[in-house]
C-alpha cells in the first residue's frame, strides 16, 4: 500500500528565516506530486505540482519554491519566510499524469508558524 | 477564475439523521468531482469520488452529481458523532492537473 510522509509534524520560524519542508511517498512510483497550503479561514490552495524528476510547475507566484530530487521526494522552501506564510502545508500524491480521474491523497501535514 | 462554492455551515443534525452537504461548481468542462473529510488539526481524507451523473453509493455515504446544474452532493447516513468534521468538495480543473477546492462545510453530529 501507499503511504506519504512528511515533516517536520510543526514548525516555528522567525520572520526572514529559511525554509524546508519534505515530503516522500512509498509504495508507488512516478506519481504526480502537489504542495497546498491551508491558511486560516481559507481554503486549500495549490502552490505546486509536479509529473516527474525536475519537473515543478508553479500555480501561485509568491516567495515559495519547490523542488523533485527524486521520484518520489518533493521539497518545499523558502530562502525568506514572511508572515504571511504561516498556516497548514500539505503535501498530496495521485498516480495519473493528468486525466480526469485524478484522486489525490493527502501527507499529514506540517503546520508552520511565521513570528 | 474557477470557483467550487459550499455553505461552511456549521451544519447541524441529530445522531441517525441523514446529512446532506451541497457543493456547486463554476466550470462546466469539469469531469472528476471528490469529497473529503478533514478533521481539526488533520489532514484531508478522501472518502468519495464520481465522475458520472447519477447517484455512487459507499456504505453510509452517497455522492450524486448533476453535470447539468453544475451539483454536486454528499449524502450521510445514520449520521455518527465520528462523522464531524469538515467536508471539503473538490473539482478537477480544466487540465486534470489539479484540483479545486470549496473552503469546507462543517458538519456538527449530536449524540
Known amino acids: 500500500s501507499q503511504t506519504i510522509h512528511q515533516w517536520p509534524a510543526t514548525l516555528v520560524q522567525p520572520v526572514g528565516s529559511p525554509l524546508s519542508l519534505e515530503c516522500t511517498v512509498e509504495g508507488t512510483s512516478n506519481p504526480n506530486l502537489y504542495w497546498y497550503r491551508q491558511a486560516a479561514g481559507r481554503g486549500l490552495q495549490l502552490l505546486f505540482y509536479s509529473v516527474g524528476i525536475g519537473q515543478i510547475s508553479s500555480e501561485v507566484p509568491q516567495n515559495l519554491s519547490a523542488s523533485r530530487p527524486q521520484d518520489r521526494q518533493f521539497i518545499l522552501s523558502s530562502k525568506k519566510l514572511l508572515l504571511s506564510d504561516s498556516g497548514f502545508y500539505l503535501c498530496?500524491?495521485?498516480?495519473?499524469?493528468?486525466?480526469?480521474?485524478?484522486?489525490?491523497?493527502f501527507g499529514p501535514g506540517t503546520r508552520l508558524t511565521v513570528l | 477564475q474557477k470557483e467550487v462554492e459550499q455553505n461552511s455551515g456549521p451544519l447541524s443534525v441529530p445522531e441517525g439523521a441523514i446529512a446532506s452537504l451541497n457543493c456547486t461548481y463554476s466550470d462546466r468542462v469539469s469531469q472528476s468531482f471528490f469529497w473529503y473529510r478533514q478533521y481539526s488539526g488533520k489532514s484531508p481524507e478522501l472518502i468519495m469520488s464520481?465522475?458520472?451523473?447519477g447517484d455512487k453509493e459507499d456504505g453510509r455515504f452517497t455522492a450524486q452529481l448533476n453535470k447539468a446544474s453544475q451539483y454536486v452532493s454528499l449524502l450521510i447516513r445514520d449520521s455518527q458523532p465520528s462523522d464531524s468534521a469538515t467536508y471539503l468538495c473538490?473539482?478537477?480543473?480544466?487540465?486534470?492537473?489539479?484540483?479545486?477546492f470549496g473552503k469546507g462545510t462543517t458538519l456538527s453530529v449530536s449524540s
Open positions: 464520481i465522475y458520472s451523473n
Open positions: 473538490a473539482v478537477n480543473n480544466q487540465a486534470g492537473t489539479a484540483l479545486i
Open positions: 498530496a500524491w495521485s498516480r495519473l499524469a493528468g486525466g480526469s480521474y485524478n484522486e489525490q491523497f
